[in-house]
């Protein structure tokens, strides 16, 4: 009879945990140690005993939430052991700081990509491929119906939405960590002339990327939100939460967008509640991740943070890929 | 003019929420491109018979065939997208169909008049290459649109109204009139856009079409403030409004919906074409029990209406009345800018004129509409709330003083509707939406109990807000039992108040009867499943009328 072999990633409580090292990946909720793939928020929960994390990440995490927190810090590509297990950070192209982690126990292979994208992104790594045994792969836009167009042409796409409407200012709601940064970075290389504003959560998001030798073109805080009506034929980035509250209710001269993946399908942009919605995305589209599973040479594949239905039944039948299920 | 004009249209249309700004892009847009390609425009805009050249599931199958693709996968999509002409768009931008490919511009004419007609006269293997040429060689900017006119399903955020409005600001005409030049059939051409943006208004030219039709509001408490005495009140009848029309001796049918339907009712023409005097009447079509004096309920219309040419025996098994509700025209005089009292009053003395002639058959098929007069608002709610008994939906109420203008305009008539019966019952299934609700849970059953066991009933999919359409979504996602393909059977656990029109015996449903209108009006999470309503009070509910 055969034993059944351990997984060494396996999924417990709604979590990635790996239990030789007694890590966590992204916990969502306190822990004693947890890695951390990057500073989103919903990545990251506090009151962990101690953190590891790439230099960029913990700098991100320590500008949004304070000092008072143990990160330990690694560069990318360098080896550490936890409990024997050599544990390493890869790039994963998703924002600044963003990384896949490799795990090596016994000869075997273990990558979790965390979130990542391939598109080309000036504002962080480029994603490296990772060979590996046992990949655990986001799949968000696990779907084909999802390609990303080029993101000078998105650019190009709302630099025409804000000098179409010269009479208006224009609100462009994003992700106030990397999706806004990358904007603006794509923003800066084509022919826009408008000014650009941003809200305070992403004003310190830009500064912090710049401190990390990050170009990032220059643009004022919105300090006072009563004047939003007069900045007509300029750019305003701001935080998506804005856009539910009244926040909007004081302002009658505007076009409101949002920048997201999800925007590329009619039905979701009609019913977001924005004039408009730009399809651009911090995530893999569906060639993306078919790409790294083929190039990671992975022999098993686990997806978690999407619906992974068709892709696990795709890649079984037409790549003979393996797609396991964690067991809960 | 390239379809790219057309696509880029739609895109500012799908996309800018004011109407005021719609109307501006739509007034530039035809200042700017040919009469034939406006023509063609209107059309789709409008989405007057919109031409099926081929169903989504059709292209679908076509697609997965031509480039591979498992027929799974394209299902998965479309529950996720919620429609096929966008799906396929979406998936030809992963196939790089256009790549390398020459790139060929056509003219929304070239595609409306010519590669699709040719379509129908292709061969089944020929049409799929046709098709499948097309998208290789169509810049991609051009696909969804191309898609969906060939699935028959173009349908943006604009109304005949907005059309009408943008035709009336670029020509600065009324709108009144641009809006009875586009009653009717479209038919586009050179000249129908030309007759639609001409400046001179030439009646004649309006002849066989109908006026645009005044629509009745929801009611509203301020009125209780008028006095009774303003007001004209009449039966709400369920069954096809129509205006009857018969100028230079020919008459036509046009529903609201402006389909002639002359066809479909060859008795009411033949009966009708018996008065000498010319007219056009507003009024409602309906299947009438002539023994109790009463309306038939509209299930019956159903059958009617769907007939193209209805036998003796069709006419005979389901016999029709007119009921006139107003005079707006009498021997090429336009009565609409009369007061109604007035209106009435003509109608009334017109119709005791045609009546008394014996040479006018009319007797049996065309009548006015009986007045209910209410002596205080008290009583009007009492007439309203016995208008089951005679099957009609409620009163409606109009200002006397009013005349007859176009549309859903405040303050001329209200619609003062019955109470819906209600019952509350337990979410059973829930089904994917399609369109704008996809890739939500929004199409849903309930079912009431029979003994220990709960039978459906009804199907609803409106009356939710969208906060609550997110959260029940993620509570099915949560506790289905079992999926069907897009269907999900759920652990039986939520209470809705249903409420309905009509309930009527039903030999299709295991439930044994069915419901008119069905739809949400309440997500009862203060009541237990024991708490939902039993089919025997759905049979009690029968009972009372």
Redesign the interface.
Known sequence: MKTKKRDLIKYKDGNLYCELADIWIDPSKPVKRALITHAHFDHFTFGCEEYLSTKETAILIKKRIGDNVNIKVFDYGDEFKVNGINISFHPSGHILGSSQIRFIFAEEKWLITGDFKLQKDETCKKYEIVKTDYLISECTFG?????WDETRKIAINISNWITNSPDKTSLLFCYSLGKAQRLLNEISKINFEGNIYSHDSIHKMNNCYRELGIYIKNTMKIENKKNIDELKGNLILLPPSLSKGSYLKNFKNIQTAFASGWM????????SGY???FAISDHAD??GILEVVKKSEAKNVFFHHGDS??LS??LS??EAINVLIFEK | MSLNKFSELFVDLDSNNSTNNKIEVLKNYFLSNEPIDNSWTIYLLTGKNNKRFVSGRYLRDLFSEVYGYPQWLMDTCYLKVGDSAEVITLLLKNKNASLNKKINKISLNELLSKILPELSKLNEEEKKLRIKKVWETLPEANHLTFNKILTGTFRVGVSVGLITKSIAKLINIDEEIIAHRLMGDFKPSINAYKFLVNRNINLEELNSKPFPFLLANTFEDKIFKASINDFQFEWKYDGIRIQLIKRSGNLSIWTRGQELVNKSFPELIEKMSTIKDDFVLDGELLVWNFKDQIAMDFSYMQKRINRKSPTKSIQKKYPIIFIAYDLLELNGMDKRDIKLDKRRFELEKYFTKWQYKPENKISEIFKICDLVYPKNWADALSYKNKSRENNTEGLIIKNKSSIYTSGRKKGIWWKYKVDPMQLDAVLIYAKGGSGRRAGLYTDYSFALWKDKELIKFASAYSGLTNIEIKELDKWIRNNTIEKFGPVRSLKQEMVFEISFEKIQISKRHKSGIAVRFPRITKWRKDKKINDADSLDNAYKLMRKI
Not at chain 1, 264 to 269: T, V
Request: aromatic fraction near 12%.
């Open positions: 779907l084909p119906i999802f390609k590329s399908i009619r039905a979701l942009r009609n019913r004039d408009k919605g569906w060639d239905e068709a039944k795709y039948e037409k």
